[in-house]
Protein backbone atom coordinates (compact mmCIF):
# COMPACT_ATOMS: atom_id res chain seq x y z
CA UNK A 1 0.00 0.00 0.00
CA UNK A 2 0.93 3.60 -0.73
CA UNK A 3 0.76 6.63 2.01
CA UNK A 4 2.11 10.09 1.76
CA UNK A 5 3.11 12.00 4.60
CA UNK A 6 3.54 15.96 4.29
CA UNK A 7 4.90 16.47 7.97
CA UNK A 8 4.18 20.00 8.19
CA UNK A 9 0.84 21.61 7.31
CA UNK A 10 1.94 25.35 7.30
CA UNK A 11 5.34 26.52 7.14
CA UNK A 12 6.47 30.53 7.41
CA UNK A 13 9.28 32.33 5.82
CA UNK A 14 10.85 35.22 5.06
CA UNK A 15 11.23 36.37 2.08
CA UNK A 16 14.72 35.74 0.78
CA UNK A 17 15.20 33.11 3.14
CA UNK A 18 15.55 29.08 2.56
CA UNK A 19 12.27 27.04 1.82
CA UNK A 20 12.23 23.28 3.11
CA UNK A 21 8.52 21.90 2.60
CA UNK A 22 8.63 17.78 4.08
CA UNK A 23 7.35 14.99 2.49
CA UNK A 24 7.82 10.99 3.35
CA UNK A 25 6.42 8.62 1.58
CA UNK A 26 5.26 4.64 2.10
CA UNK A 27 5.67 2.49 -1.55
CA UNK A 28 5.53 -1.32 -1.59
CA UNK A 29 6.64 -1.06 -5.25
CA UNK A 30 9.11 1.78 -6.99
CA UNK A 31 7.36 4.78 -6.82
CA UNK A 32 7.11 7.91 -8.54
CA UNK A 33 7.39 10.95 -6.32
CA UNK A 34 5.29 14.23 -7.62
CA UNK A 35 5.53 18.23 -6.19
CA UNK A 36 2.41 20.16 -7.44
CA UNK A 37 1.92 23.67 -6.33
CA UNK A 38 -1.68 24.99 -6.03
CA UNK A 39 -2.21 29.03 -5.79
CA UNK A 40 -5.43 30.54 -4.39
CA UNK A 41 -8.39 29.59 -6.40
CA UNK A 42 -6.32 27.70 -8.82
CA UNK A 43 -5.87 24.17 -9.96
CA UNK A 44 -2.65 22.28 -9.61
CA UNK A 45 0.59 22.64 -11.48
CA UNK A 46 3.79 20.14 -11.64
CA UNK A 47 6.60 21.92 -10.15
CA UNK A 48 8.71 18.53 -10.18
CA UNK A 49 8.96 14.98 -10.36
CA UNK A 50 10.89 11.62 -9.51
CA UNK A 51 10.80 8.88 -11.74
CA UNK A 52 13.88 6.54 -10.86
CA UNK A 53 16.63 8.83 -12.84
CA UNK A 54 18.54 11.06 -11.03
CA UNK A 55 17.85 11.59 -7.31
CA UNK A 56 18.25 15.23 -7.20
CA UNK A 57 15.38 16.82 -9.27
CA UNK A 58 15.49 20.13 -10.64
CA UNK A 59 11.85 21.78 -11.57
CA UNK A 60 10.42 25.12 -11.86
CA UNK A 61 10.78 28.65 -10.23
CA UNK A 62 13.98 27.76 -8.48
CA UNK A 63 12.59 24.80 -6.68
CA UNK A 64 14.65 21.04 -6.27
CA UNK A 65 13.67 18.34 -4.33
CA UNK A 66 16.20 15.06 -3.55
CA UNK A 67 14.74 11.57 -3.32
CA UNK A 68 16.37 9.33 -0.51
CA UNK A 69 15.21 6.23 -0.60
CA UNK A 70 16.89 5.06 2.65
CA UNK A 71 15.37 7.41 4.45
CA UNK A 72 11.70 7.07 2.70
CA UNK A 73 11.78 11.31 2.13
CA UNK A 74 11.47 13.88 -0.87
CA UNK A 75 11.83 17.17 0.61
CA UNK A 76 11.10 20.15 -1.67
CA UNK A 77 13.87 23.14 -0.94
CA UNK A 78 14.29 26.50 -2.44
CA UNK A 79 17.46 28.12 -1.80
CA UNK A 80 15.27 31.78 -1.31
CA UNK A 81 11.66 32.60 -1.45
CA UNK A 82 9.72 35.10 -3.41
CA UNK A 83 6.45 36.54 -2.06
CA UNK A 84 4.98 34.74 -5.56
CA UNK A 85 5.63 31.23 -3.95
CA UNK A 86 3.12 31.79 -1.59
CA UNK A 87 0.43 28.39 -2.23
CA UNK A 88 0.11 24.90 -0.97
CA UNK A 89 2.29 22.05 -2.42
CA UNK A 90 1.57 18.97 -2.30
CA UNK A 91 3.59 16.12 -2.54
CA UNK A 92 2.27 12.66 -4.66
CA UNK A 93 3.39 9.23 -5.12
CA UNK A 94 1.95 6.41 -7.38
CA UNK A 95 2.99 2.79 -8.31
CA UNK A 96 5.40 2.65 -11.29
CA UNK A 97 5.29 -1.25 -11.65
CA UNK A 98 1.38 -1.23 -11.65
CA UNK A 99 0.63 1.84 -13.74
CA UNK A 100 0.47 4.25 -11.60
CA UNK A 101 -3.48 4.33 -11.98
CA UNK A 102 -3.97 5.30 -7.98
CA UNK A 103 -2.26 7.96 -6.89
CA UNK A 104 -1.91 9.09 -3.25
CA UNK A 105 -1.37 12.93 -2.28
CA UNK A 106 -0.33 14.47 0.75
CA UNK A 107 -2.54 16.52 2.95
CA UNK A 108 -0.33 19.51 1.77
CA UNK A 109 1.63 22.01 3.41
CA UNK A 110 0.46 25.76 2.77
CA UNK A 111 3.35 28.44 2.30
CA UNK A 112 3.77 31.88 3.88
CA UNK A 113 5.65 33.82 2.52
CA UNK A 114 6.43 37.08 4.88
CA UNK A 115 7.93 40.46 3.33
CA UNK B 1 -4.78 23.07 -26.91
CA UNK B 2 -7.67 23.81 -24.53
CA UNK B 3 -6.56 21.17 -21.93
CA UNK B 4 -8.06 19.77 -19.27
CA UNK B 5 -12.15 21.93 -19.17
CA UNK B 6 -14.42 21.38 -16.03
CA UNK B 7 -18.17 22.66 -16.30
CA UNK B 8 -19.42 24.29 -13.90
CA UNK B 9 -17.21 26.68 -12.01
CA UNK B 10 -19.76 26.41 -9.66
CA UNK B 11 -22.99 24.55 -8.61
CA UNK B 12 -24.80 24.96 -5.47
CA UNK B 13 -27.66 21.26 -4.86
CA UNK B 14 -30.28 20.63 -2.47
CA UNK B 15 -29.51 17.57 -0.86
CA UNK B 16 -31.16 14.79 -3.10
CA UNK B 17 -30.69 16.47 -6.13
CA UNK B 18 -28.85 14.82 -8.73
CA UNK B 19 -26.06 16.73 -11.35
CA UNK B 20 -23.57 15.45 -13.48
CA UNK B 21 -19.78 17.63 -13.54
CA UNK B 22 -18.25 17.62 -16.84
CA UNK B 23 -14.46 17.22 -17.89
CA UNK B 24 -13.00 17.50 -20.84
CA UNK B 25 -9.61 16.93 -22.87
CA UNK B 26 -8.45 17.61 -26.07
CA UNK B 27 -4.91 15.71 -25.87
CA UNK B 28 -6.05 12.27 -26.65
CA UNK B 29 -5.15 11.59 -23.02
CA UNK B 30 -5.77 7.82 -22.54
CA UNK B 31 -6.28 8.12 -18.54
CA UNK B 32 -8.71 10.41 -16.74
CA UNK B 33 -9.32 10.86 -12.97
CA UNK B 34 -11.65 12.62 -10.64
CA UNK B 35 -10.65 13.69 -7.27
CA UNK B 36 -12.01 15.45 -4.51
CA UNK B 37 -10.62 18.04 -2.25
CA UNK B 38 -11.15 19.10 1.53
CA UNK B 39 -9.35 21.01 4.08
CA UNK B 40 -6.46 19.30 4.89
CA UNK B 41 -7.09 15.79 3.05
CA UNK B 42 -5.37 16.85 0.12
CA UNK B 43 -6.90 15.40 -3.16
CA UNK B 44 -8.30 12.11 -2.80
CA UNK B 45 -9.15 10.03 -6.02
CA UNK B 46 -12.94 8.93 -6.68
CA UNK B 47 -12.78 7.47 -9.87
CA UNK B 48 -10.61 7.02 -12.68
CA UNK B 49 -10.26 5.58 -16.46
CA UNK B 50 -7.57 3.62 -18.23
CA UNK B 51 -9.41 4.29 -21.73
CA UNK B 52 -12.82 4.56 -23.40
CA UNK B 53 -15.07 1.57 -21.49
CA UNK B 54 -12.82 1.17 -19.18
CA UNK B 55 -13.25 2.92 -15.13
CA UNK B 56 -12.14 1.69 -11.81
CA UNK B 57 -12.71 2.57 -8.55
CA UNK B 58 -10.79 5.22 -6.12
CA UNK B 59 -9.94 5.88 -2.66
CA UNK B 60 -13.77 7.28 -1.67
CA UNK B 61 -15.92 6.03 -4.61
CA UNK B 62 -19.08 5.69 -2.89
CA UNK B 63 -22.10 8.26 -3.97
CA UNK B 64 -20.61 9.02 -7.57
CA UNK B 65 -20.62 7.19 -10.87
CA UNK B 66 -18.35 7.53 -14.01
CA UNK B 67 -18.22 6.36 -17.35
CA UNK B 68 -16.39 6.92 -20.31
CA UNK B 69 -17.56 7.05 -23.79
CA UNK B 70 -14.86 8.71 -25.73
CA UNK B 71 -11.33 9.56 -25.24
CA UNK B 72 -12.30 13.23 -24.61
CA UNK B 73 -14.96 12.88 -21.63
CA UNK B 74 -15.36 11.82 -18.53
CA UNK B 75 -18.38 12.78 -16.97
CA UNK B 76 -18.62 12.73 -12.94
CA UNK B 77 -22.72 11.74 -11.57
CA UNK B 78 -23.98 12.37 -8.22
CA UNK B 79 -26.95 10.66 -8.02
CA UNK B 80 -28.47 11.84 -4.61
CA UNK B 81 -26.07 14.72 -3.51
CA UNK B 82 -25.68 14.74 0.30
CA UNK B 83 -24.06 17.53 2.45
CA UNK B 84 -20.47 15.11 2.65
CA UNK B 85 -20.39 15.96 -0.70
CA UNK B 86 -19.63 19.43 -0.90
CA UNK B 87 -15.68 19.82 -2.17
CA UNK B 88 -13.94 21.38 -4.77
CA UNK B 89 -13.78 18.61 -7.15
CA UNK B 90 -10.82 18.41 -9.79
CA UNK B 91 -10.69 16.29 -13.08
CA UNK B 92 -7.29 15.14 -14.46
CA UNK B 93 -5.57 13.47 -17.18
CA UNK B 94 -2.42 12.11 -18.69
CA UNK B 95 -1.25 9.65 -21.08
CA UNK B 96 -0.60 6.13 -19.52
CA UNK B 97 1.97 5.06 -17.66
CA UNK B 98 3.30 5.98 -13.89
CA UNK B 99 5.96 8.27 -14.51
CA UNK B 100 3.66 10.71 -16.49
CA UNK B 101 2.66 14.32 -15.63
CA UNK B 102 -1.58 14.60 -14.55
CA UNK B 103 -3.08 17.79 -16.10
CA UNK B 104 -5.66 19.28 -14.34
CA UNK B 105 -8.55 21.20 -14.53
CA UNK B 106 -9.70 24.14 -12.84
CA UNK B 107 -11.89 22.81 -10.42
CA UNK B 108 -16.07 22.66 -9.70
CA UNK B 109 -17.06 23.98 -6.45
CA UNK B 110 -19.72 22.05 -4.98
CA UNK B 111 -22.09 23.26 -2.25
CA UNK B 112 -24.67 20.54 -0.89
CA UNK B 113 -27.77 22.50 1.43
Known amino acids: AQSVTQLDSHVSVSEGTPVLLRCNYS??????LFWYVQHPNKGLQLLLK??????LVKGINGFEAEFKKSETSFHLTKPSAHMSDAAEYFC?????????????FGAGTRLFVKA | NAGVTQTPKFQVLKTGQSMTLQCAQD?????MSWYRQDPGMGLRLIHY???????DQGEVPNGYNVSRSTTEDFPLRLLSAAPSQTSVYFC????????????FGPGTRLLVL
Open chain 1, 92 to 104: VVSDRNTGGFKTI
Open chain 1, 50 to 55: YTSAAT
Open chain 1, 27 to 32: SSYSPS
Open chain 2, 27 to 31: MNHEY
Open chain 2, 92 to 103: ASRISGGTKTQY
Open chain 2, 49 to 55: SVGAGIT
